[in-house]
C-alpha cells in the first residue's frame, strides 16, 4: 500500500502543517470548527518530496487517491468535476509549512472546457460570469502551467476593453469575454505548438505538477533564502471546489486583518471588491473598497464577518490574516493565517492579547522576533521639518526612507549593491520584484491598496512603502514619473513616509527613535523575566546617556582609544607615542591625563549607580600616527623645494619612528596589555584619571562603580603585574583627595590562552569580558576584515560555517572556549562576574548562549539595548521551558 498522500480538509487539524502546510492544515481547522469553508482536500507536502526525489515524476499511488477525494467534494456541493450540465470547479493552490504569500502559483476555475463552460452560464443563468470565470482560468492556467507570458494575455485583454470602450474588466460583456477566451486559446497554440488541454483531468494533473514545479521558481527560492526557510521542505496542493466572487454585484472578495498590520490596533483592516475574483484585490487591478464600506453594502455580511474574524482570533489566539469570498450574498472563508506585521504592531498586538488575558507575558515576549526590533531603533522623519510633498498614497508600511527614485527592480538591485539608496517605484510590484524591494530603501506604487504585494512584503521586511499614489504617471520607455504635470527623471532623490502616505521631493531629515507605550510596557514584563543584565558599549557621555534611557544597567566597553582620536589631543597623543625617554613621555601623559579625567568624570556621572567598565588603551600605537605614504610624498616635495631644512628633518624622524613601529600584523602585535607592559606609565595615567574622576564625583555625592579591564591579557602575570599599577594609582589617588571609592578590576578574554588558563587569570581578575570580536578572530585565525571581504562568503555558501561567526557566535568552537573560561574561572575565584563586550552582546542566538553558560551580563551598542533585553528574557522563557 502506498502512504497516504491526500487529506480531506475535514480529516486534518493545524497542528499538520509540516504535511499539510500552512494553508492546508488551517483549512482542515477551519472545517472542523464548523466555519464556512468550501469543501476540498491537501494533497501533502511530502507528495512534493517524493516528486523531486523521483526526477520530477508524481509518486506512485497518488493519483490513485485522487479520484476519492474528488468524489466526496462532488457529493458535499452536489456537482461533478467534468459535467456539461452542472461541473464542479475547483482551484489549485500551493500551500508550504511557512506562508510565502504570492511565492508560489495558484490556478482557480478549473475544470472548464467549451462544454463545462455552456453548463456554468446555463445553471448559473448568467453567461457573462461563465465566460470570465473561463477566461481567467485560461489565463492563469496558460501562465503558471504552459508558461505563457502574463501580459500576452493583458494585452488581449485590453483590446477588448478597448474594443468595446470601457475601463475595467468587470464590464466586458459575456460576448467581448467570448472573444477574449478565443483569443487566449489562439494565443496558447500559437506559443506552445498545441491546443489548450480540455479535459478536466487532464488539467488537474497538470496544475498539481505545476504547483511542485513552483516550489522551485526563482521568486520562491530567493523568498526562502531571505526568510531562512528550508529548502527540502516542500509544498502541499489544496485542490478545493470554487465559490464565486465574480457571479454579479451581490458577489465578491476580500481580504482582512483583525488588528491594523501597521499599528496592531484593535480594528477590523482590510479591503474587498465587489463582481471579482481571487487575486483582484491583491494584484491592485481595481483599487479595492475599504471593508467598512462592506457594513453599507450588506448588513447582514458584514456582521457575520466580523463575528467569524473574532472566533478566528479567539480561536488562534493571534492577529489573523483572512481571506473571503461572497458569493451571491453567501459568505465562504478561504484562508486564514497568522498576520504579518510590523515591529511596532507585533508588538500592540502581543501587549494588548496579553492585556485581553488572551495570551501569558512570557507568550507574549516569545512572540516578538527581536531582530525585528531594529526597525523601531532607527531614525525616522522630523515631523516639524518643512517638506515639499508632491502627492499622497496610502500609507502602507510605516518609516521613512529617502533615495533616488528607480523604475525597475534590476535595476534597483544593481544600485543597491553598489551602496547607492534607491526607492523602487512601480505601478504595482509582483513577486518577481522581490529582489528589487529587497535592495531598495522604500517602494512607492501608483496602484494596490493596502493588502497588495507592495504593501504585505514592505511591511514583513520593515521597509517603508506608499501604496496606490494614484497621482503618479509611470512611464518605462523613458524611466519618468510625473507627478501633476511635473516630469521627474529616474535618478531624482525623493522621500516617502509611509507612516503618512506623503511624498516627497528631495531629503528630508531625521530623527532619533522613541519607545511606544506598549514597548516599554513589553521591555518591563522582559526585565522581570530575564536574568541576564543587559549593558551598553559606550565611549562617551552622550552615548552613555542613550543607552540610559534606552534601560542599559551599565557600561559593558568604555574603549578609551576613541577619546584619544580627538582632533585636538592627536599631537598630544603623537608626542607620547614619539617620546624617546621616560621624563620626555611624562610630561605628554601629565598634559593627557586632565583631559582623560574630564571624559571619565562625564561617563561616570551619566551611569551613576552603575557600573561602568573601561577598557585600558587596546590598539596598536601606530594607529595614532601619520600614514606612511603621506610622510614620504611630503618628504620628497621639501626636498625638490630645498628650503625648508628644519621641517624636512622633523619629517624624517618622525618617518623613521613610524616606520619602526609598523607592524608585520597589527592584529597579533604591539597591543592590548603588551603596551601597559612596555609602557606601564601609560595605563598608569589612564588609572589615575579614572579614579581622579571618582574621587570628584565621590566628593559630590555621586554614587559610582569604576571597573578597570585591562585588555588581551595571556598570562596571569601580565594581569597581576597590571593589576597592581592600578591598585597604586588607586592607593595615590584616594591619599591625595582624602575620600575612599572602591573598583574592580578585571580582563577581557579575547585569546584561547586566557580562556584555556582561565583559573590563573581569575585569581587576579574580579570580573572577566569575552572580547568575542578578537576571540573570534584568534581562535578561528581569521582576520575579521579579510575573511568578510575574501573568503567567508565561499564558506558561508558552501555549508562550512553556517553562519557569519562574527555577527552570530560559534557556539561549537568559540562557544567552547566561552564555557570553559566560566567554568574554570568561577571555580578559581566563585565571586568572578562574568559578562560579554562583543558585538555578539547585541545578536540574539548568542544572547540565547550566554544565558545557557551562565553569564552575568550581555554588552551591546546602545541602540540595541531593547533587543538584548528581550532576546535575555526570550532566552530565560525558553529555558525555563526545557
Ligand atoms: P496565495 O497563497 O497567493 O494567497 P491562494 O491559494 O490563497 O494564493 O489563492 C489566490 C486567490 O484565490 C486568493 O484570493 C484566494 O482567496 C482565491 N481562491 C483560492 N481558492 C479559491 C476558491 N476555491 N474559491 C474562490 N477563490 C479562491
Ligand atoms: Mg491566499
Ligand atoms: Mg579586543
Redesign the pocket.
Known sequence: MSKKFVYLFREGQASMRDLLGG?GANLAEMTNIGLPV?P?FTITTEACNDYYALGRNLPEGLWEQIGPALGDIEKATGKKFGDKDNPLL??V???AKF?M??M?D?I?NLGLNDETVEGLAASTQNARFAYDSYRRFIQMFGDVVLEVEHHEFERILEEAKEKQNVNYDSELTAESLKGVVEGYKRLIQRRTGSPFPLDPMKQLEQAILAVFRSWNNDRAIVYRRINSIPDNIGTAV?V??????NMGNDSG?G?AFTRNPSTGERVLYGEYLMNA???D??AGIRTPQPIKSLEDENKAIYAQFVETSNSLEAHYRDMQDI?F?IERGRL?I??TRNGKRTAPAAIRVAVELCREGVISKEEAIARIEPGQLDQLLHRRMDSEAKLEVIAKGLPASPGAASGKIVFDADEAERLGHTGERVLLVRTETTPDDIHGILAAQGILTSRGGMTSHAAVVARHMGKPAVCGCEALRIDYAHNTVTIDGVTYPEGTLFSIDGTTGRVIKGAVPMIDPELSEEFKELLGWADEIRTLKVLANADNPRDAQKARDFGAQGIGLCRTEHMFMDPARIPIVQEMILAQTLPEREVALAKLLPMQEEDFYGILKVMAGFPVTIRLLDPPLHEFLPNVEELVVDITKLKLQGDREEELNEKEVLLRKVRALSEMNPMLGHRGCRLGITFPEIYAMQARAIFQASARLVKEGCEIHPEVMIPLVIHVKELAKLRKVTEEAAQTVMAEQGVTFSYTIGTMIEVPRAALTADEVATAADFFSFGTNDLTQTTLGFSRDDAEGKFLPAYLEQNILEHNPFAVLDRIGVGKLMKMGVQLGREANPGLKVGICGEHGGDPSSIEFCHQIGLNYVSCSPFRVPIACLAAAQAAVSSKGQ
Do not use: A
Open positions: 494553508k468550501p476540498g475547483v482551484s493552490r500551493s500551500g506562508s504569500p504570492g508560489m495558484t482557480l489544496n478545493q471546489s470554487m465559490v464565486f466572487g472578495t481580504v475574483q481571487g487575486e484585490v491583491v481571506e469570498t465562504y478561504l484562508q
